[in-house]
């Protein structure tokens, strides 16, 4: 370990997932202040703002291949796509459900890397996926957002889904160009790519934001947003898989839904339901036994 002590870097990847956890509720704060996609667009802003100092103060920028351009931009693409089914799926379930369709992503990481790259899967991760699904079913049952009724938050749920599937495609794209890139890199080159895309899907809005309309809220919600739970979360979780190895870091990932569950009834007044609650710890308990001996290398 160095001088980090095992200790202190469990704390490290237990404050990732409490940041982790109240970026949903701070989503959905922050979009009640102003527009959906003025709102992430200025997100985007800070976080791409923010890994370009990181990526400055790490010396590691190299220049990008051609080959790898291809690359760049289909995670970009997914990018985009995770942030756009995350804005709007928010609009139809609690923070808690949002949370734990997003946890779920691993298992769609393991999917593509079965089909795509071929790759052994082992018992444990399908036990966990079988689980996890169930879980999720339950979620979706008699509604899953107090304020909308059982088909309108299965709405939110589908773009739920599609965003965590299309963050478990350019997850999987990354690990490649992270052989030859620095994570700050990678990281400061998707989230400037997505913040284009947002510019242009959002030029309209932007246009019409009058600054002075905008509570303070909404720019703490930015703010924390981009620096917090985009920057700060994503290199101090990669951190923690550098210095105590994925398997262990991974189990931090079941603990954001409790979080979530947490920040959105004591922030957003959010009334979860009984059986909302049951489908997330049984999804949690999934991800947990899924997550179980996740890659041997790490020793």
């Known amino acids: 370990m160095n001088k980090y002590s095992t200790k202190f870097v469990r704390l490290i990847l237990l404050f990732v997932a409490l940041l982790y956890g109240i970026n949903p509720t701070v989503v959905k704060l922050g979009i009640k202040n102003m527009p959906a996609l003025t709102f992430t667009t200025l997100r985007l802003l800070v976080a791409t703002i923010s890994f370009l ?6 010396k590691t920028y190299k220049k990008v291949k051609k080959a790898d351009v291809h690359k760049f931009i289909f995670m ?9 089914g995350l804005i709007y799926g928010l609009k139809y379930v609690t923070a808690a459900t949002a949370s734990t369709i997003i946890a ?21 991760k399908y036990i966990g996926a079988i689980i996890t699904m169930m879980g999720i079913f339950l979620i979706t ?10 088909n309108t938050s299965k709405i939110g749920i589908i773009l739920l889904l599609i965003a ?10 990354s690990e490649d160009l992270v052989k030859r890139y620095s994570h700050y ?18 030029s309209s809005e932007l246009i019409r934001l009058d600054i002075n309309l905008v509570p303070l809220t909404g720019w703490v919600c930015i703010l924390y947003g981009g620096i917090f739970s985009l920057c700060i979360a994503n290199t101090l979780w990669i951190f923690g898989v550098e210095k105590i190895g994925s398997n262990e870091t991974s189990i931090y990932n079941n ?7 947490l920040s959105g009834m004591i922030i957003l007044n959010e009334k979860p339901l009984y059986l909302q609650i049951i489908g997330i710890f049984i999804v949690t308990i999934g991800m947990y036994i899924f997550s179980k001996n996740r890659d041997k290398i790490d020793g």
Request: charged share 5%; hydrophobic share 55%; net charge positive.
């Open 104 to 124: 779920v992503m691993p298992i769609s990481v393991m999917m593509i890397n079965r089909f795509v790259k071929h790759k052994i899967i082992e018992k444990n």
């Open 185 to 202: 890199q990678v990281s400061t080159i998707m989230f400037g790519l997505v913040f284009l895309g947002f510019i242009i899907i959002s």
């Open 76 to 84: 970009g693409l997914g990018g985009l796509v995770f942030q756009l």
């Open 53 to 58: 100092i990181l990526l400055n103060h790490s």
């Open 255 to 261: 603990l954001p839904p409790v979080f979530s569950l």
């Open 164 to 173: 965590q599937l299309a963050a478990a495609i350019y997850t999987v794209i």
């Open 141 to 150: 049952q008699n509604g899953v957002n107090y304020n909308y009724d059982s």
